[in-house]
């Protein structure tokens, strides 16, 4: 079993839509937890971090679940630039990051 | 934010040649750098761990003797793909550090390295 675990996708949504992406982590010791997003052939670029209570940057929300190892997150209002793939990353003692296989958001006007 | 840089951006090379990858960070100190492989439609996977001055640590699976790190200074690490084959054709990305830096989110990473072998 993957580490950290997303449906690769690919999504696809008009502009505008609500779209939701879910990840799953198997190291209960995890101890912190991101959205990545990484555009064709760059690098991956840090979006959001995750916590507990919820946290909501602009038309992005991101949750975490630790009871059940669950990760989310919510994309309102979608707008073409945010095009892309989405990485779930976990953080852990050993202090590295494991990234998700990443989950592929394709916006259509 | 802190800037890492990866040089070359891209190469092509034969099979059986070596190729160095530099991955700088620009205006920080870099204790510890990471090196990671991205084949297509996947994700990042990490490689290896070098902290400066010291030997790197492989992930399981990566072969020591064909990607040889040195991490010889605060804002340089260099990977070498000796005789590369068209398996190791990938995108390498490196990320760095600073010593104070233990939060994921302070992990910075380069533009990627995208290499090519024919």
């Known amino acids: 079993r993957k580490e950290v675990e997303q449906d690769p996708g690919p999504f696809n949504v008009p502009e505008g839509a609500t779209v939701a992406f879910n990840c799953t982590y198997s190291?209960?010791?995890?101890?912190?937890f991101f959205w990545y997003r990484q555009d064709c052939r760059k690098e991956p670029k840090l979006l959001m971090s995750v916590y507990s209570s919820g946290n909501e940057d602009g038309r992005f929300t991101a949750q975490l679940n630790r009871a059940s190892q669950y990760i989310s997150l919510l994309i309102r209002d979608s707008k073409l630039s945010d095009s892309a793939t989405y990485l779930c990353?976990?953080?852990?003692?050993?202090?590295?990051?494991?990234f998700g296989g990443g989950t592929r958001l394709m916006v259509k006007p | 934010g802190a800037v890492v840089s990866q040089h070359p951006s891209r190469v092509i090379c034969k099979s059986g040649t070596s190729v160095k990858i530099e991955c700088r960070s620009l205006d920080f100190q870099a204790t510890t750098m990471f090196w990671y492989r991205q084949f297509p439609k996947q994700s990042l996977m990490l490689m290896a761990t070098s902290n400066e001055g010291s030997k790197a640590t492989y992930e399981q699976g990566v072969e020591k003797d064909k990607f040889l790190i040195n991490h010889a200074s605060l804002t340089l690490s260099t990977l070498t793909v000796t005789s590369a084959h068209p398996e190791d054709s990938s995108f390498y990305i490196c990320s760095a550090r600073g010593p104070n830096d233990h939060r994921a989110d302070t992990q910075y990473f380069g533009p990627g390295t995208r290499l090519t072998v024919l």
């Open positions: 990353v976990v953080f852990n003692a050993g202090n590295m990051l494991t």
């Open positions: 190291n209960s010791a995890s101890q912190s």
